[in-house]
Nanobody
Framework: QVQLVESGGGLVQPGGSLRLSCAAS????????MGWYRQAPGKERELVAT???????YVADSVKGRFTISRDTAKNTVYLQMNSLKPEDTAVYYC??????WGQGTQVTVSS
């Protein structure tokens, strides 16, 4: 089993920034992919960004140029730097580990 602990969500004004963190522990393995999904009220879960263990990244078009995904492999931690936040970025953000394990979710609210 892999456990994921997320942190960094909160309330921010439009144009502001937040950084989400997700730390994996337990039966982790060297070849993996970590990333983030988000789900807004009344909407389907949306893939935001992923990063593989060798650093290949994917970022959704809806956040490209504003969000950056990175990881610290030694710490089994993935980060999502979110800049120029918009109200439509408001959602619960979920970390995943190889699409099989999920964090508890962290709320991001963008509002003035």
């Amino acid at each position: 089993q892999v456990q994921l602990v997320e942190s960094g969500g909160g309330l921010v004004q439009p144009g502001g920034s937040l950084r989400l963190s997700c730390a994996a522990s337990g039966s982790t393995f060297s070849s993996n992919v970590m990333g983030w999904y988000r789900q807004a009220p009344g909407k389907e879960r949306e893939l935001v960004a992923t990063i593989t263990s060798i650093g290949a990244t994917y970022v959704a078009d809806s956040v490209k140029g504003r969000f950056t995904i990175s990881r610290d492999t030694a710490k089994n931690t993935v980060y999502l730097q979110m800049n120029s936040l918009k109200p439509e970025d408001t959602a619960v953000y979920y970390c995943h580990y190889s699409y099989n394990y999920w964090g508890q979710g962290t709320q991001v609210t963008v509002s003035s």
